[in-house]
């Protein structure tokens, strides 16, 4: 009987151990796009598949493009459930994200959604600036955006007519689906041309810089000439060393 209670003991932990696992959700604010690559992804899963990708923002004939994502085509890993990564137009770097309607997690600014359940009304009550729809006219979607985020709501053909929105009408309809989206080639240019960061001996971007204040700063050290010579082509522009106190006091 003790054998028997400890089997049955050891599944109910196993199966409640599979369970968590399985609820874990996604905080999205750890994939960065622009830095992510699409060799990064097939390393840690060699199992990445690629898809089929309904751009909700461009018209179904596939004329209409977007310069900043490789169009109609993604990638799911079964790390990022209801993810959905696509590079951008001509590098190897994850520019575009597309969440599916099963997902539920973090978007980048730690916001929690639940996309089976959101709604236009709840978005714009998160967002208050996005209280603009928008289509191309040739999409079956209005979009609640602001250019980097995309809410999307389906278009109800058969309600007539299509502009000027109704909003009172839609406002209560489930979102479709969301895009994160970022410029690459703008990114990469602002850092070819920067200085290269680094923080406590961590190289960082410049937004990550921006984030502390002057009070948090022990030590910047600024490098010319000798930049390249210890940290190589990326040092190009020089480098800029930051010691914040933190660091200091942990020692």
Known sequence: MIRANFFILLFFASSLFAQNNTEKLIHLSEIKLCE??????????ENLK??????????????????RFENRKGYVS??????????????DYISKIRLTKEFKGYLPDETYINLNELTAKIVIEKYSKLDTWSSRGC??????????????????????????????????????????????????K?????PLYVIDGIEVNKAEVEKYNPEDIETVTVLKESAVEKYGEKGKNGVIIIVTKASINKK
């Open 36 to 45: 992510l690559t699409l060799s990064d992804l097939k390393k840690k899963d």
């Open 50 to 67: 690629e898809v089929e990708v309904i751009e909700m923002d461009l018209c179904s004939d596939g004329f209409v493009q977007d310069g």
């Open 78 to 91: 079964s790390f990022y459930p209801n993810v959905i990564f696509q590079k951008d137009s001509y590098g």
């Open 139 to 188: 999409s079956e979607y209005w979009s609640l955006n602001d250019d980097k985020i995309y809410f999307y709501v389906a278009i109800d053909k058969s309600k007539e007519p299509r502009y000027p929105i109704d909003k009172a009408y839609y406002i209560t309809k489930k979102i479709e689906g969301v895009d994160i989206v970022s410029n690459c080639y703008n990114y990469y």
């Open 190 to 194: 602002e850092k070819q041309d920067s």
